[in-house]
């Protein structure tokens, strides 16, 4: 959000209140409080009829500092808040030192340092050196027509570059970008996402995460070309800066804060495949997929039953549609005899002809409008409801109905959906209905995962997840939802990969082929390498099956190839499984997190790696030819067992059996 008009203006009908100095500072136990007028005092008479914005610094956490802002302090803090693991290192306490010209709290190695004077500057330092500066005009209360926002300024320094805030299927590199954490359905081409993250970092070792659920908008580099400003609504802000100096320690503490995923099986490691969505498909067309998979000897560990699973204009009742599936548990049976396990989407709408929505109106489960009627839409299906997790009694009601399916034999859901959550809606909990649209998906998707682990045991746990907030990574894994059926789609989904991966994401998967549209044979094949090289693969499509035989049988050999390809890196996947888990350091990994000091690899987004040894670089065009980056080392190619000198860039072409994939050495 912009606030400025040009370097020298605020914008028209906005009043701008900046901490000018800090005024005076004191010690509050281990916090370090500052009290900063929007001008300076030079006299008594200054202190009258003068903003005062107070700033708290305190550190839950070694190197990690948290910043909390305010100007008005009454208003009713309605939630909802992140979950958060704060103040659990017993044997770590921050000092707090107030000198003549400075105040200072350190936090291990991390320090900032609140200039005295007249004028605003505070220094936040890694090891000694300059991260950041937050200085004049930096930090502000802003009133935009009557309405209230705090936000706070933190200067960028030359080349530096910042990551994260998401899954966003943009450039890599967020600099000159304006990015609203909110939460939409707007598949995978545009500024929208669905898994908004107020978390980013940079090559200078410090990482900033705004502690507030709903809207935080951003200008990285675009409204001042030489800060990142973040703003939220009401009169409060708090954001935690984070000390690595690598990129590696700044997940591990950020995901320290926000939560670690949980270990997903190992089968779902494994080759996915969907019934696809639109598609026509009885127990028949299933079983026929199955049969085509085993002749063709391609190794199959998940089937997904997508929406029409159940009757249209039903979603959600889960209820079987009888007219195509007339025995479902025996069907099940029959495919898990098979030793496949068996995925049903499922979203937290319930259509008006649904048989729940009944019961849930009685029970109060869903979102209300203000007048106590039941927020109601047809947008997706006719009259839907949505369902209200901070309810404790709809919780356990939506997830008796996903027991059910559990006891007949499903072993995990797609959750799908979460993003459109009205603002204007009444939530049981009382919460800030604008906090509640993003804070929505943590909601829905941890009740969904708590049930899984509750049947299925630690371990056995897994979603495959379309939205998300900060905190979901805990719940994997996820998807990267709509894309098209292009090349160039393909490369935005893989961007979408790596930024959520910088944003403390440690499981993440895609539609191979492409959502929309039907992909050509060149594409389905390359899209084929890169998918069964991800985390986690699924063929999944909307219009048409995605078997690879109705692309055509040399989309089968590819098929069954990279999947045992995949089959023989999996203790290189199980390890680098085990790392973001224990220290949320993603599968995927953007080339800036394994080799953060070689200039060539920031800006990289069309090549990662899997895990701390395997490079890949899928190809993205339909002529095979490819151009990578390959590290300084020695690497070996790992489907040729070719040894390559790194340090160089590479141009060559490929075949639908290959792809530059170097294991180092």
């Not at 105040?103 to 330092?125: M, P, Q, R």
């Not at 040894?643 to 860039?649: A, E, S």
Request: net charge neutral; charged share 25%.
């Amino acid at each position: 959000m912009k606030f400025t008009d040009g370097y020298w203006l605020i914008k028209e009908g906005i009043k701008a209140h900046f901490a000018s100095c800090a005024f005076e500072t004191e010690q509050r136990g281990d916090e370090l409080v500052v009290y900063a007028p929007e001008r300076p005092i030079r006299h008594r008479g200054d202190t009258l009829n003068t903003p005062l914005l107070t700033v708290r610094y305190s550190s839950p956490l070694r190197n990690v500092i948290r910043v909390r802002i305010s100007h008005f302090e009454g208003a009713l803090d309605k939630g909802p808040h992140f979950p958060l693991n704060i103040n659990k290192q017993k044997d770590f306490k921050p000092s707090v030192r107030i000198n003549n010209d400075s105040s200072v709290l350190e936090s291990g190695e991390l320090s900032v340092i609140v200039k005295h004077g007249d004028k605003w500057n505070n220094i936040f330092c890694g090891n000694g050196r300059t991260l950041t500066v937050n200085e004049s005009k930096s930090t502000g209360f802003m009133v935009d027509n009557g309405k209230a926002f705090v936000k706070e300024e933190l200067n960028l320094s030359v080349g530096e570059l910042v990551y994260g805030l998401g899954e966003r299927f943009g450039p890599l590199v967020k600099n000159g970008q304006t990015v609203d954490i909110w939460n939409a359905d707007g598949g995978t081409a545009s500024e929208q996402a669905y898994k908004n993250i107020p978390f980013y970092m940079t090559n200078k070792g410090y990482g900033v995460f705004i502690n507030d659920p709903g809207k935080v908008s951003f200008e990285v580099g675009s409204e001042k070309t030489s800060r990142v400003q973040f703003c939220v609504s009401g009169e409060i802000l708090e954001y935690f800066l984070i000390y690595g100096p690598e990129p590696k320690k700044i997940l591990e503490l950020y995901t320290s804060l926000t939560g670690r995923p949980a270990m997903p099986p190992e089968w779902s490691f494994g080759l996915w495949l969907s019934t696809s969505f639109t598609t026509s498909y009885d127990e028949k067309t299933v079983m026929s997929f199955l049969s085509g998979m085993e002749e063709r000897k391609i190794p199959l560990s998940v089937f997904h039953f997508d929406c029409f699973w159940m009757k249209g204009f039903n979603w959600c009742d889960f209820t079987w549609d009888k007219e195509v599936f007339p025995d479902p548990a025996g069907m099940l049976k029959r495919i898990k005899a098979k030793g496949i396990k068996i995925c049903v989407w499922i979203n937290p709408y319930i259509a008006q002809r649904s048989g729940l929505f009944e019961e849930g109106k009685k029970g109060g489960y869903f979102l209300k409008r203000k007048d106590g009627s039941v927020y109601q839409t047809d947008q997706w299906q006719a009259g839907m409801a949505i369902v209200d997790f901070s309810n404790p009694d709809a919780v356990k009601w939506y997830s008796g109905y996903l027991e059910k399916l559990l006891d007949m034999g499903v072993d995990c859901f797609k959750t799908d959906f979460g993003e459109r959550i009205p603002e204007d809606a009444e939530f049981f909990d009382s919460g800030c209905s604008e906090r509640h649209h993003n804070f929505y998906t943590y909601l829905y998707n941890k009740s969904v995962f708590d049930l899984l682990e509750k049947k299925r045991g630690k371990g056995e746990a897994c979603l495959f997840a379309r939205s998300a907030a900060a905190g979901c990574q805990k719940y994997p894994l996820h998807w990267g939802g709509d894309c098209e059926s292009t090349f160039e789609a393909m490369a935005e989904t893989l961007r979408g990969g790596l930024s959520l991966g910088l944003s403390g994401f440690g499981f993440w998967s895609h539609d191979i082929g492409g959502f929309e549209g039907v992909p050509n044979a060149a594409l389905f094949k390359r899209w084929l390498a890169f998918g069964l090289l991800s985390s986690h693969s699924r063929l999944h499509g909307s219009y048409s099956y995605r078997v690879p035989w109705n692309v055509d049988e040399e989309s089968s050999e590819v098929c069954r190839f990279f999947t045992e390809l995949k089959s023989r890196l999996m203790p290189h996947i199980l390890q680098a499984a085990r790392e973001a888990h224990e220290k949320g350091i993603p599968v995927l990994r953007a080339m800036f997190i394994e080799y953060p000091d070689d200039p060539a690899c920031v800006y990289l987004d069309r090549q990662y790696m899997l895990g701390s040894k395997l490079l890949v670089a899928p190809v993205f065009r339909e002529d095979g030819e490819v151009t990578y980056y390959l590290p300084e080392g020695e690497w070996k190619q790992y489907i040729t067992g070719e040894n390559v000198k790194g340090g160089r860039w590479i141009t060559e072409k490929h075949g639908f059996l290959s792809l530059p994939l170097f294991e180092k050495i």
